[in-house]
């Protein structure tokens, strides 16, 4: 029989006991988490240190422990590996520091070096040049696991996302958002537990410059293991909506207060912590929280099956039967790439969360058709060539700001109206890989040419995959031109938190009655979808014939 005592904690003491991790009785590897524990700063997972059966449980959850201090008493233990760490010489990791350093490297102290371990991770290998950081994916005081992306970076090429090489509790930042960096640069001290302290020793060893853990190599890990998570292109993979999920997504995961063994239980059954109540200290979330939240959907989820005949499962929506169609003839699967796994997520979230409406219409562009084609002959000294895009554009964000429930996003409770005092609008370009949204911002301040010029510089950097996360956030409304491919109408889907989306489809010469006689008219069809819990009917009917009106006749967008 022998005692497991709580590690150095780098200079904390009475450290509150949050999560006790296993039972009297329960067999526990060396490595294995035993308890957690919470300072104001961070969470950290305190390793058993040493392989057997917990024969008692000296501490509760509530109490306050110590550096020495025992907390369990374990039969038929044996030194785990974590006793192998302290064997390694402290001159060896180069990169440690605080705590690390603190922590006296002695093999008669096996449990110190089992102790949570602040190390410093190093910028890995980017394939060459620096790199701009965009998004910080966590704040100090998170945890944590190896894998979890930890930043995004983006070169004139790519963005990327680093992910973690162990788990641990972040302590602090050694860049921020803006920096230019390069492999090798300081980027982060991660207060990792002994469990990790393989890949958080490899972290270690590559500043020293032994060896480098490529970006490339963390991502065909990260694929495997998590495709979200791999190390690709993101900006070229983000429309407005999944763009601002991204950020949302890193808000939330920074927001959430729980240990990384819940956060592991967590991702192993699904669950998104987001939405999981914490009962815990400072709403800090338990492994009782997330199997409760995962029992009370099961219990909440109808199991009969639906009208359709089909079962329903989990929320409620009908899961698409499974068939191998193999059955039927010859198939080839082929992989979605990034951008067309983001528009799925965007599209499905979109679908599930706006109640939509699509208003049709057509506007007389016979004047201003001439009028374009005019100006294309004036300019094309200039090289500017204008679309009809340009000067729809315009006369959209003069309707927005007659109509501001058009520039709006419903709160996130619902219970009221974001009105914004600036009119940006996406435009969906179609690129040889997919769907991209980038958007042109301040469109009620500029000229037609500089949204023209604009537009032609943002649909390029689309179409080489060359557009910056930024290049795709902040859209107010968007726009979806079909016109120069075909199509009387259509009904393009709202992206939340967007309230609206405008589709062109073809223009074409019609018959039109004047009250005397038909004559022709070049009419181009306008598909206004809206989220009927913000935009009612009639406002949009009127929303839409006063942007027929400006398109008809011009000469008021311009005042
Ligand atoms: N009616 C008739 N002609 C039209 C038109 C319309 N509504 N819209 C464009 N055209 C004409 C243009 O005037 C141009 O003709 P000319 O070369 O003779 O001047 C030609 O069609 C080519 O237009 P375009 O679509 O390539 O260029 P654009 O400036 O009109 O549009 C852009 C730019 C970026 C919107 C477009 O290239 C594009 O990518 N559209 C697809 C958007 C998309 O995929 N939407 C679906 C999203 S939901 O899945």
């Known amino acids: 029989m022998?005692?497991?005592?709580i590690p150095d904690l780098g200079g904390a003491s009475q450290v509150d006991v949050i999560?006790?991790?296993?039972?009297?009785?329960?067999h526990v590897d060396a490595e294995q988490a035993v308890l957690v524990l919470e300072t104001d700063k961070a969470s950290m997972e305190i390793p058993a240190g040493k392989a057997g059966v917990i024969s008692r449980l000296m501490v509760k959850v509530g109490d306050k422990v110590s550096s020495g201090d025992a907390f369990a008493e374990i039969k038929g233990a044996a030194a785990g590996t974590a006793g192998k760490t302290a064997e390694k010489p402290a001159d060896k990791a180069p990169a440690a520091v605080s705590a690390a350093a603190s922590a006296p490297s002695n093999e008669t102290q096996p449990l110190k070096a089992a102790a949570a371990k602040a190390q410093a991770f190093m910028v890995p290998d980017i394939g060459g040049g620096k790199a701009e950081v965009i998004e910080l994916s966590v704040q100090p005081g998170d945890a944590v696991q190896a894998g979890d992306t930890l930043l995004v970076l983006e070169s004139d090429k790519a963005s990327m996302e680093i992910p973690a090489e162990a788990s641990g509790v972040v302590q602090s930042w050694s860049l921020k958002v803006g920096d230019k960096v390069q492999a090798g640069d300081a980027m982060l001290v991660l207060m990792a537990a002994a469990s990790s302290g393989g890949a958080a020793g490899h972290a270690v060893d590559d500043a020293a410059g032994k060896s480098a853990t490529s970006a490339a190599a963390q991502a065909a890990k990260a694929t495997a293991e998590e495709p979200a998570k791999?190390?690709?292109?993101?900006?070229?993979?983000?429309?407005?909506a999944a763009a601002t999920n991204h950020t949302a997504n890193g808000v939330n995961s920074g927001e959430v207060h729980a240990g990384p063994a819940v956060r592991k239980l967590a991702r192993e059954l699904g669950v998104d912590l987001a939405l999981v109540a914490g009962s815990g200290r400072r709403a800090r979330i338990t492994k009782e929280d997330v199997q409760n939240w995962v029992k009370s959907r099961l219990q909440n989820a109808p199991t009969a099956g639906n009208s359709m005949g089909n079962a329903v499962v989990g929320s409620g929506i009908p899961p698409v039967p499974v068939i191998d169609?193999?059955?039927?003839?010859?198939?080839?699967?082929?992989?979605?790439?990034?951008?067309?796994?983001?528009?799925?997520r965007a599209m499905t979230t979109a679908w599930l969360n706006v109640p939509q409406v699509t208003q049709f219409d057509l506007a007389d562009i016979t004047d201003l058709e001439a009028y374009r084609v005019a100006q294309n002959q004036k300019f094309s000294k200039q090289g500017i060539k204008f679309s009809l895009v340009p000067f729809v554009l315009k006369a959209l964000s003069w309707a927005m700001k007659?109509?501001?429930?058009?520039?709006?996003?419903?709160?996130?409770?619902?219970?009221?109206?974001?009105?914004?005092?600036?009119?940006?609008?996406?435009?969906?370009?179609d690129t040889p890989k997919g769907l991209l949204v980038p958007v042109i911002r301040d469109v009620d301040r500029k000229s037609v040419t500089e949204i023209t010029q604009e537009l032609a510089q943002k649909a390029g950097l689309a179409r080489d995959g060359k557009l910056s996360l930024a290049d795709m956030q902040g859209g107010?409304?968007?726009?979806?031109s079909l016109g120069?491919?075909?199509g009387t109408a259509f009904t393009p889907i709202v992206s939340p938190p967007e309230v609206a989306i405008l589709g062109l489809s073809k223009a074409s010469m019609q018959p039109v009655w004047n009250g005397e006689t038909f004559i022709p008219r070049l009419m181009l069809p306008l598909s206004l979808s809206?989220?009927?819990?913000?935009?009612?009917?009639?406002?949009?009917?009127?929303?839409a014939q006063t942007l027929v009106g400006a398109l008809q006749d011009m000469r008021e967008t311009l005042m």
């Open 2 to 5: 022998s005692q497991l005592i």
């Open 530 to 543: 809206y989220d009927h819990r913000v935009i009612d009917g009639a406002e949009a009917a009127r929303f």
């Open 476 to 480: 107010c409304l968007s726009l979806s």
């Open 325 to 344: 169609f193999s059955q039927f003839g010859d198939t080839e699967t082929v992989a979605l790439n990034n951008i067309k796994r983001a528009t799925a």
């Open 402 to 429: 007659q109509y501001p429930a058009f520039n709006a996003s419903l709160s996130p409770d619902g219970q009221s109206l974001i009105l914004k005092k600036y009119v940006n609008i996406g435009v969906a370009v």
């Open 230 to 240: 791999a190390a690709a292109p993101v900006s070229a993979s983000v429309s407005p």
């Open 484 to 486: 120069g491919i075909g």
């Open 19 to 26: 999560e006790i991790l296993v039972a009297e009785g329960d």
